[in-house]
């Protein structure tokens, strides 16, 4: 998968408060928390992000624990 002319950033961050999600639904439709127990198990989201995505190597960087 090529993604010419394409800059892409991933950032890793950890919740200051009750962990709440408030969403803006003008910027995003969903959201929720998952443990590392669900994605690894296959019971968390439906469909990942591809592999070859930012968004996917933090997902199983996060999973193998790399991050707390």
Known sequence: MALPQSLMLGFVARSAGDDELVLDPTEIE????FTREELSSGAGPAALPPPVSIARHIIDRWVAGEFS
């Open 30 to 33: 969903e959201a929720r928390w």
